[in-house]
């Protein structure tokens, strides 16, 4: 009996150093200047952190970490209002019409935006959003809205009527019952999608690289992508750059994981 | 309660009711908003590209003409549309059979209770959070011909190093291998949950009837968890269908058309051809793939979990 418990322990181990390589790989590349031919396996020799400057300085990714956080921020706001918003009503008053519009909201789920993109290139050209993060913007809130008024509609659905009646009876109007009453108890479902669209606009590449072509409006995976390809021998660069990146997202998720966890996963129940 | 009192209550929710009907239209004002983003950018552009696929359009010019249905017949001649379709499919179904295969092995393993649970799982879990395009990039160091991390280890071994990521007949599954290890750690979470919900009776019971531990497995374990296993493979086959970031940072889609999928395919034909036109019309392909196929599994796989 122990000794199977140790092989166990030991195998997990042994699963997250093999999990772990491709990070350690990441660090050990970033520390490396340009002529350091040794082998990516070995730790770096000294601490070198010219790689850090020079992707700062030549991916611009002062003012792409400005951009990322600015349309993360407004991004994950307005999805958390707009879809609060919208689940009430579709939560509370489940008229035939409104059932209709909550599967509407939801099904646009199975659209994976890459599939309209030539049309909606198109519009956002003629609109005049390319470059501009507010078209972006609008893009993601758009992109991030069926799984959140999926998540938000399940948990009204769960608050008990009771206490919509209660307020009313109280003399309370509809709105300012759900500003003031309901959406402080959407608390623990506003962090999941809070986490879960903070990810996916942080991270995006596929939208981005579309409609954020100009240097000044390049978020951090654009910046990154298009250093890439000037500098393909440089990876010390590409790999500083990297790590600079996804810093913010892995500080937060290292203090937060049972959040991010829970909440990344029940994004996923969408399916 | 008395009944005076529930007759007063009965009396303010008949009233309240009668009020509710009225405000009710009201109400959905509420969700305008986001109903007027998704017609605006959801289902205008969606109807647009279906236009836009039967028009030899070239992506910026102000006059296009119709073809009707050269675009679709031009898909059938393509000579690289196998190939192209192939890809698509071996990034979603089989990064879905390796991320089920080994997440289900993972939770099985940390479903035990252990000192380094914990520890591991946020290890597992740790690439779900980063950007796909970045992760690319770091198994790009792993793979890459020069000084790459895998050749170091394979020049101990023979002279010559790979150049796996320009192998037509490698860099497929290579793909495929860093989507399913960004992702497994959510199918594990999910079937770390699935396995929670099983009552420890149930194997009581079949321990009890003599049922060794694969028979456990087989008629305990997996009906109790179709429910996860419909979630993660309806999941990860739309993830793997539409997969984009990684393939660019890896490949680029190369060599020629050798690791293209159909999203990375309709982006070179929109940007880089110049063919708006058939490149709407490759997404019209991709949207019904992704749907026929996701919809299919998840038909299948509800029937079998209330048959199970």
Not at chain 2, 81 to 90: S, V
Not at chain 2, 197 to 220: C, L, M, N
């Amino acid at each position: 009996m122990k000794k199977s418990k140790k092989a166990l322990l030991l195998l997990t181990m042994v699963i997250s150093i093999i999990h772990l390589i491709p990070f350690y790989l990441l660090i050990t590349v970033s520390f490396k200047p340009v002529d350091d031919t040794s082998s990516k396996w070995l730790p770096p020799a000294t601490l070198y952190l010219d790689n850090f400057i020079n992707a700062w300085k030549e991916a611009n990714l002062g003012q792409a970490f400005v951009n990322n956080i600015l349309i993360t921020a407004i991004s994950v706001l307005l999805v958390v209002f707009l879809g609060a918003c919208a689940s009430y009503p579709l939560a509370r008053y489940k008229t035939r019409f409104n059932r209709f519009m909550f599967v509407f909201f939801i099904s646009a789920m199975i659209v994976p935006p890459l599939t309209i993109l030539v049309p909606l290139y198109k519009f956002i050209v003629d609109i005049g959003g390319l470059n501009q993060p507010w078209a972006i913007i609008l893009l993601h809130v758009t992109f991030n809205l069926p799984i959140t008024i999926f998540l938000f509609t399940g948990f009204i659905n769960t608050i008990p009527r009771e206490l919509d009646e209660a307020a009313m009876i109280d003399g309370m109007s509809r709105f300012s019952l759900f500003f003031r009453i309901i959406m402080p108890l959407l608390k623990p479902v506003t962090v999941t999608v809070m986490i879960l669209t903070g990810v996916n606009v942080w991270n995006d590449y596929q939208f981005s690289v579309f409609f954020l072509q100009s240097s000044e409006s390049h978020t951090l995976t654009v910046a990154l992508s298009s250093f890439f390809s000037q500098y393909v021998n440089n990876v010390g660069w590409v790999a500083a750059g990297s790590l600079l990146s996804s810093l913010p997202i892995i500080i937060l998720y290292l203090f937060l994981q049972k959040y991010f966890i829970s909440g990344l996963s029940s994004g996923a129940v969408k399916g | 309660m008395d009944t005076e009192v529930r007759t007063q209550i009965q009396f303010v929710k008949k009233g309240l009711r009668r009020k509710k009907i009225s405000s009710t239209v009201w109400l959905n004002v509420m969700y305008l908003p986001a109903l007027l983003l998704f017609i605006v950018f959801i289902f205008y552009p969606f109807f647009k590209g279906l236009q836009i696929s039967f028009t030899n359009w070239d992506g910026f010019s102000q006059t296009y003409d119709w073809i009707g249905l050269d675009n679709y017949k031009r898909m059938l001649h393509d000579p690289n549309i196998g190939t192209i379709i192939k890809n698509t499919l071996i990034y979603g179904i089989g990064s879905t059979l390796f991320q089920n295969i080994i997440g289900l092995a993972y939770a099985l393993l940390l479903n035990r209770e252990m000192k380094t649970r914990g520890i591991t799982r946020t290890i597992i879990y740790l690439p779900v959070i980063i950007s796909p395009l970045i992760m690319g990039y770091i198994w790009y160091f792993f793979f890459q011909y020069d000084g790459g991390a895998l050749n170091d280890i394979i020049l101990l071994f023979r002279n010559t190093p790979l150049n796996i990521l320009a192998d037509p007949q490698w860099n497929v599954w290579i793909i495929m291998f860093v989507n399913t290890y960004q992702y497994l750690g959510i199918a594990m979470v999910i079937y770390l949950a699935g396995l929670q919900t099983i009552p420890r009776d149930f194997y009581e019971a079949a321990q009890i009837d003599g049922a060794s531990s694969w028979q456990r497995f087989k008629h305990v374990t997996l009906p109790m968890l179709m429910p996860s296993i419909t979630i993660n493979i309806v999941l990860n086959l739309v993830g793997g269908l539409k997969l984009f970031d990684v393939i660019i940072s890896l490949t680029k889609g190369g060599p020629g058309y050798a690791s293209q999928s159909l999203s990375t395919v309709m982006y070179k034909y929109y940007f880089a051809s110049m063919d708006a036109g058939y490149a709407a019309a490759l997404g019209n392909l991709m949207f019904v793939l992704i749907s026929v196929i996701s919809i299919t599994a998840l038909i299948y796989l509800r029937r079998k979990e209330i048959a199970g």
